[in-house]
């Protein structure tokens, strides 16, 4: 990716990476240039450049052997906001030059403010620090790939939050799997009872059946006994009936008999 890509891309702490640079240029240049003006100043400046050039330029850092520690220390400055208070702090560093008078210093401190201004923007926009090509850096392919590494994390997260939902709701099928078969269980034995239930009430329906044709065999007898008795009795007044007449028949002969 060339200079002017870098400048479309529209990512500001590639803008202060590239102030970084003209300020490091400025203080080396203008600190030989105003040496016997400031020279604590100067000497100063050419410090704060040699640290900046640790700070944006990442191909001396590949060139040069490292150790881990020192690798961490500058994975610091990878920060925005870390960045942003460093160039302005130097920038307040390289205005003071001007109490004592006024000198070509006071440029690189104009150049050290812009580039904590880009670096505040980045910073407070949310961008992803990115670092020139041009240097050793990665170009906004950093950005691209921290983009989808927070993608990525995000997918991540969620794929973890659907495993999660997908075991909860395995444990909440096995749960109501569990109560449906419980259910199963209680409903075969309702079923059983009123299977049982039925049963009986048809032995009682039976039973009932059996009584009721009892009873009609009882009434039926009894109306039948009624109606002997009933004959019975009249066979009894005819009875009486003849009786008395063969009673009086009797005492008539008796008579006649007394009478001969």
Same mark, same amino acid.
Request: charged fraction near 5%; include cysteine.
């Given at each position: 990716m060339g200079v002017f890509d870098e400048i479309k891309s529209k990512n500001f702490s590639l803008y202060g990476q590239w102030l970084g640079i003209i300020s490091i240029i400025l203080l080396i240049a203008l600190g030989i240039v105003g040496f016997m003006q400031h020279v604590v100043f100067s000497i100063v400046g050419w410090v704060i450049a040699f640290i900046l050039i640790g700070i944006e330029v990442p191909l001396c850092l590949k060139l040069c052997p490292t150790s881990p520690k020192f690798d961490s220390f500058i994975a610091y400055f990878e920060n925005c906001y870390f960045r942003a208070l460093i160039y302005l702090a130097f920038a307040v560093v390289m205005f003071l030059s001007n109490l004592l008078n006024v000198g070509p210093l006071?440029?690189? %401190?104009?150049s050290l403010l812009l580039?904590?201004?880009?670096?505040?923007?980045?910073?407070?926009? %949310?961008?992803?620090?990115?670092?020139?090509?041009?240097? %050793?850096?990665? %170009?906004?392919?950093n950005v691209k790939l921290n983009s989808l590494r927070a993608e990525a994390e995000t997918a991540t997260s969620l794929g973890d939050d659907f495993a999660n939902k997908i075991k909860q709701l395995e444990e909440e099928n096995i749960q109501k799997g569990h109560e449906i078969t419980s259910f199963k269980v209680k409903n075969e034995r309702l079923e059983a009872r009123l299977k049982r239930i039925e049963d009986e009430l048809i032995q009682v329906n039976l039973k009932a059946q059996e009584s009721n044709q009892k009873s009609e065999d009882l009434e039926k007898h009894v109306t039948d006994l009624e109606q002997e008795l009933e004959n019975a009795e009249k066979k009894n007044d005819e009875l009486k009936e003849m009786n008395k007449v063969v009673k009086e028949e009797l005492e008539e002969f008796v008579r006649q008999l007394e009478v001969a």
């Open positions: 006071i440029a690189t %401190g104009v580039a904590a201004i880009c670096y505040g923007i980045a910073a407070f926009s %949310g961008q992803a620090f990115a670092s020139s090509r041009i240097f %050793g850096g990665t %170009g906004v392919d």
